[in-house]
């Protein structure tokens, strides 16, 4: 299930200023990778990423804003800073059939996509690949490489470039923490793979 943060903006692109607009008009292609997919093609690719992950269970992805990622980062990391995914697992009471949630700042997703030279509707992809790969169970920070290499065998069947993993290893889109929170309804495992937190600062965090 895909939802959008209504307080996002539905088209996410930088604005084009006066001077700029003819310049834009003449380029539709790069403005077009800018755009926002729709969630039904987002959603098809979520049930695709989920079968190959071999994950099962419910799970939403929830579009959001830097700001708003920003808060649920603090709340329940302690970092006050945006963030590209973050990763919800299911666990406990009432969490039959639920796999759980991811929440992605396309704001984020468009810088980085930007940088990488893809498509913001490919970096979505991407970082909904990583974060099922979490819900799935996946550590990259304990597991000596095997969620790299499963996530890159994934990233080439389903068609995405250069993953999170081998950003940060290549001191591109570093990585950050993998705290343990919990809610007053469940028990949750929240990590993220943040664009300004240095690997070597890698930590565990524990919501009081």
Known sequence: ?????????????????????????????????????????????????????????????????????????????????????LSFPAEGVGAEGIAGDLAISVTTALRQGTACGHSLGTELKVLMLHGLLHLAGYDHETDAGEMARRERLLRAKLGLPQGLIERANEATVPQGLKPRVRSATSSARLKSCPDTMPRSSAAKARRP
Do not use: C, E, W, Y
């Not at 959603?43 to 190959?52: G, H, I, V, W």
């Open 1 to 85: 299930m895909i939802l959008l943060d209504p307080d996002m903006d539905p088209d996410p692109a930088p604005k084009a200023t006066k001077t700029k607009r003819a310049a834009v008009a003449n380029a539709p292609a790069p403005q077009k990778s800018l755009r926002l997919p729709s969630a039904r093609t987002l959603a098809l690719f979520l049930s695709k990423a989920q079968a190959a992950v071999r994950l099962k269970g419910q799970v939403t992805v929830l579009l959001t804003t830097d700001a708003a990622i920003r808060k649920l980062n603090r709340q329940f990391r302690g970092k006050d800073k945006a963030t590209d995914v």
